[in-house]
């Protein structure tokens, strides 16, 4: 039975040569065009397919990937391979986030194209080992990020309400002076409160709380 493949793409001579080259296989059958994101759900829920190949730029910037998303929300089963003319870190990762089981990118030779579909189709995708090094290091920074959230959250449930402004003073750019001069207490004061955060959060310097509060993006919480 040949690999039935579907293949969305905006750009009209892009998607004939497409079609062209599967059809030239022996063991590949194209069972419907797509020429934006709404065509290619339709077709992915009345066609049955082994694999969709999607333009990720069509009718809007990810056009694709919102289609992906919409398709695999109906059949997680489904194996999407996206096609795109570009190859920048953020797009490699919203793409494959999408849940798509590979990238590639337009122009490739015909031959490496024909052995990502049958990769993908017998389960061992060939994802090309900078997308792979890209989501590798997505997967740690997330990861990374999560374990100092915790940590993070953790230690602010600890703060007294005296610290808690003091890290608002400290977020607004307040100098140590100034801080003592607004909260109307000595300047020693606010440097042993300081190094009581210091020790709480495990940092070595005040601008290392501020940065870590901006990175985790919870300075609403004070």
Request: hydrophobic fraction near 45%; proline fraction near 2%; glycine fraction near 6%.
């Amino acid at each position: 039975m040949p690999i039935r493949v579907i293949i969305a793409e905006d750009f009209d001579l892009l998607r004939e040569d497409l079609a062209e080259t599967l059809s030239a296989e022996a063991d590949m059958q194209v069972v419907g065009l797509a020429s934006c994101g709404a065509e290619a759900e339709r077709l992915a829920a009345s066609v049955d397919f082994d694999i969709l190949l999607m333009d990720i730029e069509m009718e809007h910037l990810n056009a694709g990937v919102e289609a992906a998303e919409h398709i695999l929300d109906d059949c997680p089963q489904a194996k999407i391979i996206f096609l795109t003319a570009h190859e920048t870190d953020e797009l490699i990762i919203e793409a494959m986030g999408a849940g798509a089981v590979d990238y590639i990118v337009k122009g490739c030779p015909e031959q490496e194209l024909l052995q990502h579909i049958r990769a993908a189709y017998n389960g061992k995708p060939m994802m090309d080992a900078r997308i792979q090094n890209t989501v590798m290091r997505e997967y740690s920074r997330l990861r990374r990020s999560e374990q100092s959230l915790l940590f993070f959250i953790n230690n602010v449930a600890q703060l007294t309400p005296a610290e808690r402004a003091l890290v608002r003073f400290l977020l607004d750019g307040y100098k140590i002076r100034e801080i003592a001069e607004a909260r109307c207490v000595e300047v020693v004061t606010v440097k042993t409160q300081i190094s009581g955060l210091l020790k709480k959060f495990g940092c070595g310097r005040t601008r290392e709380i501020v940065d870590m509060i901006r990175e985790l993006g919870v300075e609403r919480l004070f």
